[in-house]
């Protein structure tokens, strides 16, 4: 009788942002092995069960998770939920990620649906980085909202901007101003192929007066984020910046591929990871919060439970409330 098959060691990574919540297992030598892009919606307790659940569908009888990480806006959250062996911060997952790919990089262009980012790397340490939360006018946000006032799903917009022969400037200071400055493009006769065109220059332009503002970029160049896909888009990185821009294979969800590879470095250590399985969507989890009193300082104090069970506390500046629960 054959013996039953070897399950292969594998590694979970979450990347928890405000537009996408990403959900990949990788194997040992980094691969992934299964993904899921997700829209969080505004319910990232809910998304991350339904991605880690629906990742499990596919690999969880021939994969046995040994560590796992999160990253994003919603980092400490999402720990809570699965269970994660390393929390860390975007700019170090998404450098991890890059380096995996091309260990030469030095450049790290990532830009999401609500925010953009530069990473600087020099010899394979990140050395400076910049992030714009503020102006929509250089996030992914930008191109959807102009996508639907053109009535162009956002997923040809790229297509489209290849097909420019003059590319229309439009102001991309700000995205009120740009889309002014569309409207008025359009009523003045330019065709939309050079419209599209104008408003994925504009948005490079944003981006590297703002983002990019005194920072040398050198290539090599990795182009990161659900934006990357936008062909148009890279095409005018590569214009305005000189160089090759490349479009890793995995670019919308690298920021959970660092995360999982931090999880493998951080199993390493430890030899075990706290990991609670795929079958976290069948549990119950639910955030409280309270304003304390105890000083001027008023904090925010979020609760997170597990079933009934309080977890843990975090949000204050003193430390009063944020330990774990026993």
């Not at 399985?277 to 955030?287: E, Q």
């Given at each position: 009788m054959?013996?039953?098959?070897?399950?292969?060691?594998?590694?979970?990574?979450v990347d928890v942002g405000s537009v996408s919540t990403n959900v990949v297992v990788i194997g040992e030598d980094g691969s992934v092995l299964a993904r899921q892009y997700l829209r969080t919606n505004g319910r990232p307790i809910e998304t991350v069960q339904r991605g880690v659940s629906l990742v499990g569908e596919e690999v969880e009888k021939e994969?046995?998770?040994?560590?796992?990480?999160?990253?994003?806006?919603?980092?400490?959250?999402?720990?809570?939920?699965?269970?994660?062996?390393?929390?860390?911060?975007?700019?170090?997952?998404?450098?991890?990620?890059?380096?995996?790919?091309?260990?030469?990089?030095?450049?790290?262009?990532?830009?999401?649906?609500q925010d953009s980012k530069i990473i600087i790397l020099r010899d394979g340490v990140v050395?400076?980085?910049?992030?714009?939360?503020?102006?929509?006018?250089?996030?992914?946000?930008?191109?959807?909202?102009?996508?639907?006032?053109?009535?162009?799903?956002?997923?040809?917009?790229?297509d489209f901007a290849l097909k420019a022969k003059n590319p229309v400037r439009i102001a991309g200071r700000c995205a009120v101003f740009a889309e002014s400055d569309m409207i008025h493009k359009q009523q003045l006769g330019y065709n939309t192929e050079d419209i599209i065109?104008?408003?994925?220059?504009?948005?490079?332009r944003n981006y590297l007066n703002n983002v990019g503002k005194g920072k040398?970029?050198?290539?090599?160049?990795?182009?990161?984020?659900?934006?990357?896909?936008?062909?148009?888009?890279?095409k005018a990185f590569e214009k305005y910046l000189g160089m090759e821009v490349i479009v890793p294979e995995n670019y919308d969800v690298m920021g959970a591929v660092g995360a999982a590879l931090l999880a493998k470095e951080a199993v390493a250590?430890?030899?075990?990871?706290?990991f609670k399985?795929?079958?976290?969507?069948?549990?119950?989890?639910?955030?409280t919060s309270f304003e304390c009193k105890g000083c001027s300082n008023l904090c925010e104090v979020v609760q997170f439970y597990e079933g009934e069970e309080l977890v843990a506390r975090w949000g204050d500046r003193c430390g009063r409330w944020e330990v774990q629960a026993s």
């Open positions: 054959k013996g039953k098959r070897a399950m292969i060691k594998g590694y979970l990574g994969v046995m998770i040994v560590g796992s990480g999160t990253t994003g806006s919603a980092r400490y959250l999402s720990s809570m939920i699965i269970g994660a062996d390393i929390v860390k911060n975007e700019i170090t997952a998404h450098a991890v990620a890059a380096l995996a790919v091309n260990p030469e990089v030095q450049t790290i262009i990532e830009i999401g649906g050395i400076d980085f910049a992030m714009n939360t503020v102006c929509a006018a250089g996030t992914g946000s930008f191109l959807d909202q102009q996508a639907a006032r053109l009535r162009i799903p956002i997923e040809e917009f790229g065109a104008g408003l994925c220059e504009a948005l490079v040398e970029i050198l290539p090599p160049v990795l182009f990161q984020g659900g934006v990357a896909a936008n062909r148009g888009l890279v250590r430890k030899r075990k990871t706290a399985g795929f079958r976290i969507g069948d549990v119950s989890f639910r955030t």
